[in-house]
C-alpha cells in the first residue's frame, strides 16, 4: 500500500496525465478499480492523498459498489487528506459531503471556457490559473455545493463546475487528466453518442482541432492543481 491512491471506474476513465506527473516525480502510487471490488479491505488510514478517476456511470445508479466508495470518502474527508475528484470523482465528492447531484437537460462535451467566480479569489488550488480557461469536459449530470463549499469557476453550461472544501478538497466537473491518447480513445469509442442538435457539445471535428497544443495547455492547468494536491499531502 502507497501514500498515494487513485480510484478508478471503467476502462476508459485512466488516470492519464495524473500518472506522468506522479512518475516524473517519482512517487509511488496505487489505481484501483472500485466497479471491480478492489476498495475491499484497502487500508483506509494509509493514503495521504487520494484521486477519485471519471466514469459513465451516474452517482445515483443502483450500483453494488457506489455506497462503499462514498462512505470510503467520507473516512478520507474526516481524515482531512488531499482530496480531488474528477467528474463523476466530483460528484462522489459532493455527494460524500452531503449535497444532491442530478442530471442536466443536456449532456456538456469538448473544449469549454471557464470563468472563475468572486469566490475563487486568493484560492491556492487556482494560484496558477487565470480569470478564464480552457478544460475539457464530457458530462450530463452536475453536482449542487455542498454546504460550506467555495465556488470556484462556472461556464455558459453548467453553473457549477467546481467547488474547494476546506483546506483539502477539490471537486471538479470536467477532465483535467486528458491526454492526446485519452482524446482519441474516447471519440473513437464513444463519438457515435453524440448529438448535433445539442449545442453544449462539440463535434469530434472540433475537438480534434489544434488538440496537442490543447493538450499542452490542459496539462499545465492540470499540473497545478496536481502540484497542489501533492503538496498539500506531503509538504
Not at 119 to 134: I, K, R, T
Not at 197 to 204: E, K, N
Not at 210 to 220: D, G, K, V
Amino acid at each position: 500500500m502507497t501514500d498515494i491512491l487513485i480510484l478508478t471506474h471503467t476502462d476508459h476513465c485512466s488516470p492519464g496525465y495524473l500518472l506522468e506527473v506522479l512518475e516524473a516525480r517519482g512517487l509511488d502510487y496505487r489505481v484501483l478499480r472500485v466497479d471491480r471490488g478492489e476498495l475491499e479491505g484497502v487500508d483506509l488510514d494509509r493514503p495521504k492523498a487520494v484521486a477519485i478517476m471519471g466514469g459513465a456511470m451516474s452517482v445515483n445508479d443502483p450500483l453494488p459498489w457506489l455506497a462503499p466508495e462514498i462512505a470510503a470518502l467520507k473516512h478520507f474527508i474526516q481524515r482531512d487528506i488531499a482530496l480531488m475528484g474528477h467528474c463523476l470523482g466530483g460528484q462522489l465528492l459532493a455527494k460524500a459531503l452531503g449535497a444532491q447531484v442530478q442530471s442536466m437537460a443536456y449532456q456538456e462535451v469538448g473544449w469549454q471556457r471557464q470563468q472563475l467566480t468572486e469566490q475563487a479569489q486568493g484560492n491556492p488550488w487556482l494560484a496558477h490559473l487565470p480569470a478564464e480557461f480552457e478544460l475539457f469536459e464530457w458530462h450530463g449530470d452536475t453536482f449542487d455545493l455542498p454546504e460550506g463549499a467555495q465556488h470556484l469557476w462556472r461556464n455558459n453550461w453548467c453553473q457549477n463546475q467546481a467547488f474547494a472544501w476546506g483546506d483539502k478538497v477539490l471537486a471538479v466537473q470536467a477532465h483535467p487528466e486528458m491526454t492526446t491518447q485519452l482524446v482519441d480513445l474516447w471519440l473513437t469509442e464513444a463519438g457515435h453518442l453524440l448529438d448535433p442538435r445539442q449545442p453544449s457539445q462539440q463535434s469530434i471535428a472540433v475537438m480534434r482541432e489544434q488538440l496537442p497544443a490543447r493538450i499542452a495547455a490542459l496539462n499545465q492547468v492540470a499540473a497545478g492543481f496536481y502540484r497542489h494536491w501533492l503538496d498539500l499531502a506531503f509538504a
